[in-house]
């Protein structure tokens, strides 16, 4: 676990600062990431005061605290009769060179003296997760600039109570904000891929006597102005450190969304990285799945936007599963026309063309996909895929079918990301999560 640093940059003088500096002296406010934060910066304040304080001179403190954490550094500096604006400008400086290093944030005064002028230092106020971590590399980050109009941080306002699929949009710590949650182009994408996955399975139902020939959609999150919900969150993880990590590096991504206090269980999440990724689209087990703008080499083509979507949402809700006929580590044994072949290249797909296997089948001890309640209409008999995926069957509230539990998925595996040891989720006690052995 990373080590969490505070910086500081300290002046010692004979004399408090002059208040005409208003370029640089502004107090500042709200809470810390964590607690282990504010005790280090409290630590750092207190050391630092008494021994200016058994000098007898006066003591400045400068800090930046954000969402990000804070790190440590502290600077001594000989000053004459007064605090001049050198001095102020000399400390800002020294505090915001190492700010842009770890928190990218601004630097502002802590405490004078004896006296905490940073306002409301004794509140948690600016924590996004919901458990206690040490992981910072998947805790969310934002810079300043990042807020932008129309941009949500969160998860808005739920239009439905109903299962949804809600779009997360990510960019490295050091990517360019593209703007694709705010200018239409994630959205458009989504749209494409719905329209395409409608065609799809109408195509497939047609031997379906649940659907007879008509065609199914996600159920998308909406805004209340009818709009996609999208999510913007920045990885707390640079190009050049993702680049010399191994696959997937722990699954920053489906951690960071999770962290970043995505984990309704009645929502599967698509997060879609605008940027360059090193292999394919791929899914994290239920309910994350991750798209990028440009994969191993290829970038994202509209024409192929709907298959990476339908692909990878049917792995995240747990498919296609272990007790289907044809299944091969999570896919279909068939060729490239199948569209959860492992040989597929985003075009010419056929979902499950016999419907013997993982869609519009008839055998009632395994999952048939289209009876997922992540699709509109929906079937008469639907599954949760976060009952099956994540708990015991004795807690099934949703899913009425009769599968055979025990051969839901490959022994020793489990495509429930909840039920990871590096994942912490508020609820995982209280729903009972499992991890499958």
């Known amino acids: ?72 550094h502290n600077t001594y500096t000989k000053v004459g009769k007064e605090i001049s604006k050198k001095n102020h400008k000399y400390a800002y400086k020294k505090c915001k060179k190492k700010a842009k290093e770890i928190t990218q944030g601004d630097c502002f005064i802590f405490a004078i003296n004896n006296k905490i002028v940073w306002e409301n230092y004794e509140e948690i106020l600016v924590v996004k997760m919901k458990y206690d971590t040490d992981d910072l590399e998947s805790m969310p980050f934002f810079l300043e600039e990042d807020k932008k109009p129309g941009r949500f941080f969160e998860d808005q306002p739920d239009i439905s109570n109903d299962f949804q699929v809600h779009v997360v949009y990510t960019l490295y710590k050091d990517s360019k904000d593209k703007e694709g949650d705010i200018n239409g182009k ?48 920045r990885l707390n993880f640079t190009k050049k450190k993702f680049r010399g990590c191994k696959w997937s590096c722990g699954n920053i991504f489906g951690k960071s969304i999770v962290h970043g206090g995505f984990n309704d269980p009645k929502k599967i999440y698509v997060n879609f990285g605008d940027f360059a990724y090193k ?26 936007v709907g298959y990476f979507i339908l692909h990878e949402i049917l792995h995240s809700m747990g498919g296609i599963n272990y007790c289907s006929p044809n299944y091969n580590t999570g896919h279909n044994t068939r060729g490239t026309s199948d569209l959860m072949s492992t040989n597929g290249d985003g075009t010419n797909h056929t979902l499950d063309p016999k419907n013997d296997d993982y869609w519009g089948h008839s055998n009632k001890t395994c999952p048939d996909l ?27 509230k949703v899913t009425k079918h009769d599968y055979d539990e ?12 909840y039920s990871r040891t590096d994942v912490k989720v508020p609820w995982e006690k209280e729903l009972g999560v499992i991890q499958r052995n």
């Open 370 to 396: 289209q009876d997922s309640v992540f699709f509109t209409p929906t079937s008469d008999t639907p599954f949760s895929p976060f009952e099956v995926t994540c708990l015991p069957k004795e807690k099934w």
């Open 1 to 72: 676990m990373k080590k969490i640093f505070i910086i500081i940059s300290v002046l010692l003088s004979f004399f408090l600062f002059n208040s005409a500096y208003a370029e640089v002296n502004q107090p500042g406010k709200g809470g810390f990431p964590d607690e282990k934060c504010k005790e280090s910066t409290l630590k750092n304040y207190k050391k630092n005061f008494e021994q200016a304080k058994s000098e007898g001179k006066n003591f400045l403190m400068y800090a930046s605290i954000n969402e990000t954490g804070c790190a440590s």
């Open 406 to 417: 025990n051969n839901l998925f490959e022994p020793g595996d489990s495509d429930c990301f």
């Open 279 to 304: 292999d394919w689209a791929y899914a994290a087990g239920y309910p994350i799945f991750n798209i990028f703008s440009k994969m191993a080499g290829n970038p994202l083509r509209k024409s192929e």
């Open 186 to 233: 994630v959205e458009e994408l989504m749209r494409i891929a719905d329209d395409w996955i409608y065609k799809t399975t109408k195509k497939s139902n047609k031997k379906s006597n649940t659907f007879n020939g008509e065609g199914q959609r996600l159920k998308w999150d909406l805004r209340e102005d009818g709009k996609l919900d999208i999510s913007f969150l």
